[in-house]
């Protein structure tokens, strides 16, 4: 496994609440005796790195000859991809999970990974929430605001600070992780017209130079991350005891007439299960779905992405029944009690972010609405 280095133990302690450790303590992993290699985007220190350090440190070190972090991948169709290759095998394949980005707190649901999921058999044995300060990161202290023309990093972290990056006339430029971000920047440090943004252990690590903190647009931006594998692996892969919350997920078809929606969702609440998400997805993107309908898929046809609190086992039984007998023939389970270790916190404006950057005035309301 990956050591924990100090700049990483630093960069992901302040976000574990107490509130965890009981319950990841008494953590298990399956019982036979299968070790699991955990893939995530980027190399050492990115973000997805963090959070699968994160995930595991909880463990109280029971995880370290259980689980092996695995970067290097530069796309989340190659990170989710577990088809076996030349010079591997099924088992060594089916026995990789992979940690992925999944929602953001300011950018809602990561749709292609949903799809993913969706079309390539998967499912999902754990989620968890991180923190990230998101960092201007220049070659040496002579990088500057003003100097810089040009912000390098993956697309989704570019989205999350685009509001700095608009204030200050940036270019924003995509590339396939943070790590790659970071690593472009050290190549060319004596260069003050470019910056990536990534994290602060990235840049210590690199001997490089923050030039700003907290350039997202939330001060307090999550992601969501959930660790997924191929869906013939065990469902408790990483098992807790009681006092940890669980969560399920499951996609469902919605027949097309009155009431169907309002039908699938009373069979969570006549079970009192608390719906967390839901998420659209038209069926012609999936050949299994297409398949399974009578008669083919139409366009317009979709399915339905539910996640939620889970219920005991003879409940989330009886919900699939009812699912099943109510909403159409598709009814797949894409993660079953899982373990969910999900920090709940507040909005909170950068200091370089005043409230009046989004009030709008009576004048623009005025002439937005007489358009």
């Not at 496994?1 to 319950?23: D, V, W």
């Not at 600070?161 to 790659?180: C, K, P, Y």
Request: hydrophobic share 35%; with cysteine; net charge negative.
């Amino acid at each position: 496994m990956t050591a924990l280095s100090a700049p990483i133990l630093r960069a992901y302690r302040p976000h574990l609440t107490r509130s965890h450790l009981p319950c990841m303590r008494g953590m298990a992993t399956h019982t036979t005796s299968h070790h699991y290699t955990i893939r995530h985007i980027g190399h050492r220190e990115s973000f997805s790195e963090i959070a699968a350090q994160s995930l595991l440190s909880l463990g109280g070190g029971r995880f370290e000859s259980k689980f092996t972090l695995k970067g290097g991948y530069s796309s989340s169709e190659e990170l989710l991809d577990f088809a076996p290759r030349e010079a591997t095998t099924e088992a060594s394949v089916a026995a990789e999970l992979a940690i992925a980005p999944f929602e953001s707190s300011l950018l809602g649901p990561y749709i292609h990974i949903y799809d993913q999921l969706l079309r390539g058999g998967l499912k999902i044995f754990a989620e968890c929430s991180q923190v990230e300060k998101h960092c201007l990161i220049g070659g040496t202290d002579e990088t500057t605001i003003a100097s810089i023309k040009r912000v390098y990093s993956h697309p989704w972290i570019l989205r999350n600070s685009r509001e700095f990056s608009d204030r200050h006339g940036f270019s924003r430029v995509e590339v396939n992780s943070t790590s790659h971000a970071v690593e472009l920047v050290a190549a060319n440090r004596g260069d003050p017209t470019i910056a990536a943004v990534g994290s602060s252990v990235q840049a210590e690590t690199h001997g490089l130079h923050i030039v700003k903190e907290n350039v997202a647009n939330d001060e307090n931006a999550q992601t969501r991350y959930v660790v997924v594998g191929p869906g013939t692996l065990p469902d408790n892969i990483l098992e807790c005891p009681g006092s940890v919350p669980l969560k399920s997920a499951i996609c469902v078809s919605i027949k097309d007439e009155p009431s169907a929606l309002f039908k699938a969702l009373a069979s969570f609440a006549l079970r009192d299960l608390n719906i967390t998400s839901v998420v659209l997805r038209p069926l012609a993107m999936f050949p299994s779905f297409r398949e399974a309908l009578p008669g083919g898929s139409q366009h317009w046809d979709y399915c339905f992405y539910i996640e939620y609190d889970a219920g005991s086992e003879e409940c989330e039984a009886a919900l699939v029944s009812s699912l099943r007998e109510l909403s159409g023939p598709i009814v797949e389970r894409l993660g079953k009690r899982y373990p969910s270790f999900i920090r709940h916190s507040h909005y909170r404006h950068p200091d370089w972010k005043t409230r009046s950057d989004e009030s709008v005035s009576w004048e623009q309301l005025r002439e937005f609405l007489s358009r």
